[in-house]
């Protein structure tokens, strides 16, 4: 797990292996990150994937993002939304599954 600089992290996250914030990205209370995309009790071969918030990017409260996700320099994802798709550059998700609901790059 790498944290970069000026990162907010609230109440109730957590962060595992495979997980790449890098700086001035706020994460909102409750988030979920996961980094096992088929999640089996003591299933010791399985196969981590790396997630990647990029610069200044948002995550909402209560969101949830599913492994081997990259969420875009300056994106925001809104409370709640579950991500199972790469967020572009700039662009606002919301919904679940998330979707983009305006893309300013």
């Known amino acids: 797990m790498v944290v970069g600089d000026r990162v907010t992290i609230k109440n109730g996250v957590a962060l595992y292996d495979g997980i790449r914030v890098a ?16 999640p089996k009790s003591q299933n010791a071969a399985y196969i981590r994937l790396e997630t990647w918030i990029e610069d200044g990017a948002s995550i909402g409260g209560g969101a949830t993002i599913l ?5 875009g320099a300056g994106a925001m994802v809104g409370a709640g939304a579950v991500v199972t798709r790469n967020v572009p550059v700039g662009a606002t998700v919301v919904g679940n599954p998330a979707k983009i609901l305006n893309k300013n790059e």
């Open 67 to 71: 492994p081997g996700i990259r969420i």
């Open 23 to 38: 700086n001035d990205v706020f994460i909102g209370p409750n988030v979920t990150f996961t980094n096992d995309k088929h």
